[in-house]
């Protein structure tokens, strides 16, 4: 009995790691945020070489945690993500009823533009001119590139241990 | 606006969000035709999908999506910004940004939607809010309480642990939670009017009502607190700044803070039960460490904030 215990553990094992490899291969993950940036390298410092926008799907090449190598098919585009700019989900940017049922059953669906979208929030201004967003429009405007943030590091003798991830 | 008490504050946020919310997804109907031609013509048949959508699965914050986050955050920036005016020092706020986003990347949450960016308020109060999403707010009362850079950057990387932790998307009562996050959630609710409308308009308002009276009025939980000074602990081990920094903010905050003022004596633990927690993990306190480059360019940017 005991010679065929070896070669049921190989086979299980090489199907396991097999199929192990081919799930990764596989997955295919959405775009959450408003601008994902695709870097050349699995870090900050990396230099940034797509941009992809909210709800484009990528298909996972390689995971090291917290960072993603992706591509998207069709396109030259190949680089690495992290992962809080990724969900398993499928961004739904037009729904259909179909797809409204699916993401009321279902995690692996989400619907762009739900509930507090740009429409309402412009309805709220329109009724509330008292609530200023010129100052928020601006905050998002304050954009830091990598280069003054490693200058500022530098500067200030900050000697990051794997901060910058 | 600055004369106006917390409560008038928190009541009229209400009624703004009563309006806006009321009306938002009927123009939201009807604008997001240009953009969305094909849901139009599904609005019909999603109407029996949302009411299927109210009673399915149980939700919790966690399924607010990171784009309704971005909005959530982004109303709840303005009304902070309708208490408090900002402090427009263009190069504190750009030393703040510089500061806070690179903070920000050495965070277990380094991508939201819009992205983290910082403001300074100009009030004496010792505060700091964090809207979700990753809109920061500091005052100038609480920039008093930084001696060295690194206890500013504690200061911006609590924060960043609240919006890293959604604490103030947690602060949205659960029992709103199911119908605000199924109803809202399905793209037919745009198509009603009525009652449902009303009841979504609710929904939103008590939400954002949830957060922003947590926020400014009651403060979180001390466990909420103590889960922002580990990540702002943890955050500044990884860029590189002194962690007594914190400890060091936190020791001019307790000299600073007024007994029964509406500031962070309200809204947060005891400065001392916060150091006892902090100094379980890092240990003793020890003076800062920091260089004289970065002691001065600290001095030059926010010495007369």
């Known amino acids: ?165 | 606006m600055t004369n106006q008490t917390r409560r008038e504050f928190l009541g009229s946020a209400g009624r703004w969000a009563v309006l806006g919310l009321g009306v938002g997804p009927v123009l939201s109907a009807l604008t997001s035709g240009c953009s969305n031609a094909g849901s139009l013509s599904t609005l019909a048949s999603n109407a029996g999908s949302v009411m299927k959508v109210s009673k399915a699965v149980s939700k919790s914050f966690q399924d607010i999506t990171p784009e309704q986050e971005y909005y959530i955050g982004r109303t709840v920036g303005a009304m902070v910004l309708d208490k408090y005016k900002p402090y427009n020092n263009q190069k504190a706020i750009t030393y703040l940004n510089v500061m806070g986003q690179t903070l920000a990347q050495a965070s277990d949450m380094p991508e939201t939607f819009g992205g983290y960016h910082f403001l300074l308020l100009d009030s004496e109060e010792i505060n700091a809010f964090a809207a979700p999403g990753g809109l920061i707010f500091i005052t100038r009362g609480m920039v008093r309480c930084c001696t060295y850079e690194d206890s500013m950057a504690a200061v911006l990387a609590h924060e960043i642990g609240h919006v890293q932790h959604k604490h103030g998307l947690q602060a949205i009562k659960k029992s709103r939670l199911t119908s605000a996050l199924t109803t809202i959630g399905a793209e037919g609710a745009k198509a009603f009017g009525g009652e449902t409308l009303s009841k979504l308009t609710q929904t939103f308002e008590d939400s954002i009502t949830d957060i922003t009276s947590t926020m400014i009025n009651n403060g979180y939980s001390r466990s909420f607190e103590r889960e922002a000074d580990r990540a702002a602990v943890t955050i500044l081990k990884r860029v590189g700044y002194d962690p007594n920094g914190l400890v060091d903010m936190l020791r001019v905050m307790e000299q600073k803070l007024k007994p029964g003022g509406s500031d962070f004596a309200k809204t947060h633990p005891s400065p001392a039960s916060r150091i006892e927690d902090i100094q379980k993990s890092i240990g003793e306190y020890a003076e800062v460490k920091t260089p004289k480059a970065r002691k001065k360019r600290f001095k030059r940017t926010l010495q007369n904030v």
């Open chain 1, 1 to 165: 009995m005991n010679r065929f215990k070896v070669p049921i553990l190989t086979f299980v094992l090489v199907c396991l790691t097999g199929w192990g490899v081919y799930a990764v291969g596989q997955k295919v993950m959405s775009v959450q945020v408003k601008q994902g940036c695709v870097r050349s390298t699995p870090s900050f410092l990396g230099k940034i070489v797509a941009s992809l926008a909210y709800g484009d799907r990528v298909d996972v090449l390689e995971e090291k945690d917290p960072w993603a190598k992706i591509c998207v098919s069709g396109k030259k585009c190949e680089g690495w993500m992290h992962v809080s700019a990724l969900t398993n989900k499928k961004i739904v940017l037009k729904a259909g009823a179909e797809d409204v049922e699916k993401a009321a059953s279902s995690d692996e669906v989400a619907l762009a533009g739900k509930g507090f979208n740009e429409q309402v929030e412009g309805e709220f201004k329109k009724k509330n001119p008292k609530i200023d967003f010129a100052w928020v429009d601006k905050m998002e405007k304050i954009v830091v590139s990598q280069n003054a943030m490693q200058t500022f590091l530098k500067e200030g003798g900050v000697n990051p241990e794997g901060g910058a991830q």
